[in-house]
């Protein structure tokens, strides 16, 4: 037979996308920093420092909400959802000096993109589980915006003329200007990229070594909404991307993490990836049908995990990771307004998985242990039991999950998968 060319383009790449959701290789790679998020250089948890991400997640998951409820009404919801008050700080006293840190160490995954004509560079937290872009703006006087760059409209931007606010709890909001302009990560290149150049920042932000964020979730999240379009989604829509899809390796501070756009980088992981639907309505990667278990005991089963590159830890509702403590000899509740649980820092615990209906997704012990406390024989599990109002039997699973697996966001197939790190 005989094809023209086109013909033949055209039919690979359909082919290629009933065989396989992930087109790979054709991508871009953001290689990211160290993260160093919840202990300090000697493997002490950061009672202070881990609580302000706690709150931070609380919050941000709270103006998602109000995001999807004013996006696409409750409707959307997870069933047994519901807007929670907002977090502010820690009821009690810090419980002892846990804490040897006296520097901030790098809280996300960062890496770098541009803004702009010519190119400004910003340095980013790429998140899962949020769906706007923001970045500092150039007229930010606050002392938090000092040593962070900042966005100085450009040939290409224009005022979109609306506010952006979203608060984030501590007395700290963000907000300012929404504009839009030329956006570009690791030569993945969208015109007319809305996003938001803010003049205020929290002080929380102000320590962190990140300028902003960009949100890698569905546009139903978004709190810029003229237009509603986060990057990736403006990427495929403006042919900058084949694929809609992303994948993601987080590490260990000392070796190297990726954010691979447009694809899988096949050079980081092996065998074949297990994908699933995404499911719900809520704009987030939320996938059904879950399963928590150690070792042969089922703690939570039909349960909806919510996957995001954004939060440190792993949350679930509060009698399920009772549970699932109750089932480590030697743990106990360590702070029962944040959640926070012990085990024995000898426990070689590494049996812990989420189960989608495929295989077992190991959590390695050194993932499940967030820090030493108290005389060093304790160090805090990096389940927490505390409900964001994300819905009923819904966890959120952030980096203490992430960074076992290599793991594929696609927009094009709805679907998330997960393969085995080489
Ligand atoms: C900074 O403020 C000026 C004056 O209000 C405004 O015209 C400009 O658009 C602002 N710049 C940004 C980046 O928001």
């Known amino acids: 037979m005989h094809f023209k060319s086109t013909t033949l383009a055209a039919l690979a790449l359909a082919l290629s996308s009933k065989a396989s959701p992930v087109h790979q290789e054709t991508g871009r790679r953001v290689s990211f920093h160290r993260r160093h998020a919840m202990t300090d250089n000697n493997g002490w948890f950061d009672h202070d420092e881990v609580s302000r991400q706690v709150i931070r997640t609380h919050n941000k998951h709270r103006n998602n909400l109000v995001n999807l409820e004013r996006n696409a009404g409750r409707e959307a919801f ?16 810090r419980r002892q000096a846990e804490s040897l840190m006296d520097e901030k160490s790098d809280t996300y995954w960062v890496g770098k993109m541009t803004i702009g004509t010519p190119a400004q560079q910003f340095t980013i937290d790429f998140d899962t589980g949020s769906s706007d872009l923001w970045v500092p703006s150039t007229n930010c006087t606050m002392e938090a915006c000092a040593p962070k760059h900042k966005y100085t409209p450009s040939s290409t931007g224009v005022n979109l003329d609306h506010a952006f606010y979203m608060y984030y709890g501590d007395s700290s909001a963000v907000h ?20 938001s150049a803010v003049t205020t920042i929290t002080k929380s932000l102000a320590a ?3 300028d902003g964020i960009l949100g890698l979730a569905f546009p139903s999240l978004s709190t810029i909404t003229h237009p509603q379009s986060p990057f990736v989604n403006t990427a495929k829509a403006q042919g900058s991307l084949e694929a809609a899809v992303f994948g993601f390796k987080l590490s260990k501070p000392d070796s190297p993490s990726e954010l691979y756009l447009g694809g899988t980088d096949s050079s980081l992981y092996k065998g074949q990836f297990e994908y699933h639907p995404v499911v719900g309505k809520t704009g987030y990667w939320q996938l059904g049908n879950g399963k ?9 089963s039909d349960i909806q995990t919510i996957m995001d590159s954004g ?3 792993i949350y679930g509702p509060p009698d399920k990771v009772a549970a699932l403590y109750d089932a480590i000899p030697g743990s ?13 820092c000898d426990a070689s615990l590494s049996n812990v998985a989420f189960n989608w209906g495929g295989k077992d997704w190991m959590i390695s012990a050194e993932n499940f242990n967030a820090g030493q406390v108290g005389e060093g024989f304790e160090c805090v599990g990096a389940v927490v039991g505390k409900d964001f109002g994300l819905g009923k039997d819904t966890w959120l699973v952030g980096d203490s999950f992430l960074k076992n697996v290599y ?14 790190l080489k």
């Open 332 to 344: 106990s509740l360590y702070d029962a307004y944040m959640g926070y649980y012990t085990i024995p």
């Open 311 to 313: 939060t440190t830890l």
């Open 292 to 300: 928590v278990t150690i070792g042969s005991k089922v703690v939570a």
């Open 407 to 420: 793991s594929a966001f696609s927009f094009d197939d709805n679907s998330v998968g997960f393969a085995t």
């Open 176 to 195: 300012g200007e929404t504009w839009s302009d030329t956006v570009s990560v690791a030569g993945v290149k969208v015109t007319d990229q809305p996003f």
């Open 208 to 210: 962190e070594a990140t």
């Open 78 to 93: 997870n069933e047994g959802a519901e807007i929670k008050p907002f977090m502010e700080h820690h009821p009690v006293e």
